[in-house]
T-cell receptor, first 112, second 112 residues
Framework: SAVISQKPSRDICQRGTSLTIQCQVD?????MFWYRQQPGQSLTLIAT?????????ESGFVIDKFPISRPNLTFSTLTVSNMSPEDSSIYLC?????????FGPGTRLTVL | QKEVEQDPGPLSVPEGAIVSLNCTYS??????FMWYRQYSRKGPELLMY????GNKEDGRFTAQVDKSSKYISLFIRDSQPSDSATYLC????????????FGQGTRLTINP
């Protein structure tokens, strides 16, 4: 298994600002994933982050809006840029050290 | 049409009842099937992992996969109030549980 922490756990932000979410894992992993869980909706994969290379974004998500860093094998950040109320959501990072995927506790973002 | 369909509920049953949760899917490439449990304000927690068709049992939980019908189920026996949570099915075509596609989640309440 893997123990994942995220910071901040929650935040309330103003429209037009940006927020960077941090994800820390207790072991080295090749891939980290970022998901969004909108109110009443399921989890949607935003991007996959490999250490040392550009993140791979899913359809509907772009790097300008959700830039990702992956400086080492235990850490990643996701930035939500130029936020609007539609970005209000829970953002989760996850890792798959083996055949199973484990999730962090999530960051609950509210944009006013 | 969504790739994975899951009845969002809510589902409310008395303690001790057998609970059946289901998902259907349209992508025949899915080979890896998972059930996650998500408590309020927490990240998803992996409950069951199944590869291809068949059954898998773990304590009070049984996962079934019928690839011919593109249908998966999670059964909870002797349900407890602590089982009250949202249950999400997830699927992947790629080994290593990458690029998971989630169902909407079923909110389950077990009444004492």
């Amino acid at each position: 298994s893997a123990v994942i922490s995220q910071k901040p756990s929650r935040d309330i932000c103003q429209r037009g600002t940006s927020l960077t979410i941090q994800c820390q894992v207790d072991s080295q992993v090749t891939m980290m994933f970022w998901y969004r869980q909108q109110p009443g909706q399921s989890l949607t994969l935003i991007a996959t982050a490999n250490q040392g290379s550009e993140a791979t974004y899913e359809s509907g998500f772009v790097i300008d809006k959700f830039p990702i860093s992956r400086p080492n094998l235990t850490f990643s950040t996701l930035t939500v840029s130029n936020m609007s109320p539609e970005d209000s959501s829970i953002y989760l990072c996850s890792v798959a050290p083996g055949i199973e995927q484990f999730f962090g506790p999530g960051t609950r973002l509210t944009v006013l | 049409q969504k790739e994975v369909e899951q009845d969002p509920g809510p589902l409310s049953v008395p303690e001790g009842a057998i609970v059946s949760l289901n998902c259907t899917y349209s992508n025949s490439a899915f080979q890896y099937f998972m059930w996650y449990r998500q408590y309020s304000r927490k990240g998803p927690e992996l409950l069951m992992y199944t590869y291809s068709s068949g059954n898998k049992e773990d304590g009070r939980f049984t996962a079934q996969v019928d690839k011919s019908s593109k249908y998966i189920s999670l059964f909870i026996r002797d349900s407890q109030p602590s089982d009250s949570a949202t249950y999400l099915c997830a699927m992947s075509a790629i080994q290593g549980a990458q690029k998971l596609v989630f169902g909407q989640g079923t909110r389950l309440t077990i009444n004492p």
